[in-house]
């Protein structure tokens, strides 16, 4: 498999370089300075295992929080929020941390795993079909996407495409349909509901070429353009173990085209960390907010936190290594900071590259990804978000 910046660069050639400027062309209020001395450092931080676990925010995190904060109740340097959630809008994503973390977030400091989705230009304009959960269109039209159909719909429109729920099975047989228009690509903004529903009709889409009501003596490929967001296999929420992430909707989708059609799934684009994409994404906010506040001096220091090493850690790592190359931009590094509030465990074995015949640990990162495991090492591991907090104020000479 390809390098995963090689393939970034294969999806959306020149991306990154428009990723910065559409992320420092977002609005919002310009926030008060303060008497501290320009930051030339930013925070990247993950939500779910490093703020909260659930609905509940992790102790250390408030806390955290509050050494980050001047006496205004401003924060003292930029900080984003870089989430691999997707089935929620930014808005309320920000409402929601604002009301768990005690300080008004902007929308504009987060960063859901679809949002550099917005780059793809050249996809907006066509008829796409939108699987996930929660607000599918209003995210889908958010991120330029004027054309939308959701898997309810194309089920309503036809529905002898959905046979696994008996239940759900149509009484009679319905009239075929040659009115509906052909769907263009495949929006994958986050894990569904149904699964076999979103699977079945996924999959007839991509092997009639976007006319579910005919079918075709061999299936098309190239199929179908795809672009998918959060590649999580697992994420951490209040129950012991890990749970299922969208990374496992897609496995699951791959194996079964493959299985069917003897050819692997092909992805348009695939968003959220690990992409570098994301992070690049991500410098740019950082680097609005700045400005915003009137802070002059370069944010030069990234720091990215994370409890997931093959997400958080992996892409933090990554963007650091593309830094060491590039010769635009302000950043200049990008450090990795795992915390053990999450999927993580010291205890537990890492997710490195599976040994020949199956043996050792097995790999969680995206079948796409080219994997280094190198880049699974995090700089620095710490016990939760507050010692993260002491180690960069620490480091950049700041008071705790």
């Not at 043996?359 to 090492?377: K, M, Y």
Request: a positive charge; proline letters at 8%; hydrophobic letters at 40%.
């Amino acid at each position: 498999m390809a390098a995963l910046g090689e393939a970034a660069a294969r999806w959306a050639p020149g991306l990154w370089r428009r990723a910065t400027r559409a992320a420092a062309g977002f609005g919002g209020r310009r926030f008060a300075s303060g008497s501290q001395s320009p930051p030339t450092f930013g925070f990247l931080l993950d939500i779910d295992g490093v703020l909260v676990r659930g609905h509940q925010v992790i102790p250390a995190a408030r806390e955290a929080f509050r050494r980050l904060m001047d006496p205004q109740g401003q924060l003292r340097v930029p900080v984003v929020f870089v989430t691999n959630a997707g089935n929620i809008l930014q808005c309320s994503k920000a409402q929601e941390l604002s009301a768990l973390l005690g300080f008004q977030v902007e929308p504009d400091q987060v960063i859901l795993s679809h949002s550099p989705m917005k780059l793809f230009s050249q996809h907006h304009d066509k008829r796409m079909l939108v699987s996930g959960q929660g607000p599918l269109v209003e995210n889908a039209r958010a991120l330029g996407f004027k054309h939308v159909v959701t898997v309810d719909e194309l089920r309503a429109a036809f529905p002898v495409l959905d046979m696994v729920d008996l239940q759900r099975r149509p009484k009679t047989t319905p009239l075929p349909r040659n009115d509906f228009p052909a769907i263009e690509g495949v929006l994958l903004l986050g894990e569904p509901v149904r699964w076999e529903t979103s699977l079945q009709l996924i999959m007839d889409i991509l092997l009639s070429d976007g006319n579910p009501g005919t079918g075709l003596a061999t299936a098309p490929y190239p199929h179908l353009p795809v672009l998918a967001s959060n590649t999580d296999l697992l994420w951490m929420a209040e129950a012991k173990m890990p749970r299922f992430g969208h990374g496992t909707f897609l496995l699951c989708l791959e194996a079964v085209y493959r299985k069917v059609t003897g050819r692997e799934l092909c992805y348009a684009g695939l968003m959220g960390k690990p992409s570098l994409l994301t992070y690049q994404y991500a410098e740019g906010l950082l680097a609005r907010q700045a400005a915003r506040r009137g802070w002059a001096a370069p944010i030069r220091s990234l720091y990215a936190v994370g409890d997931n090493p093959m997400s958080d850690i992996y892409g933090a790592n990554l963007f650091h290594q593309h830094l060491q190359t590039r010769r635009e931009g302000e950043a200049r590094s990008c450090t990795s900071i795992l915390v053990c509030t999450g999927v993580y465990s010291p205890q537990a074995p890492g997710p490195v590259a599976p040994a020949p015949g199956g043996e050792g640990p097995p790999f969680h990162g995206h079948r796409d990804l080219g994997f280094s495991p190198g880049l699974l090492q995090a700089a620095h591991v710490v016990s939760d978000m507050l010692e993260a907090v002491r180690l960069v104020l620490g480091k950049e000479g700041w008071a705790l």
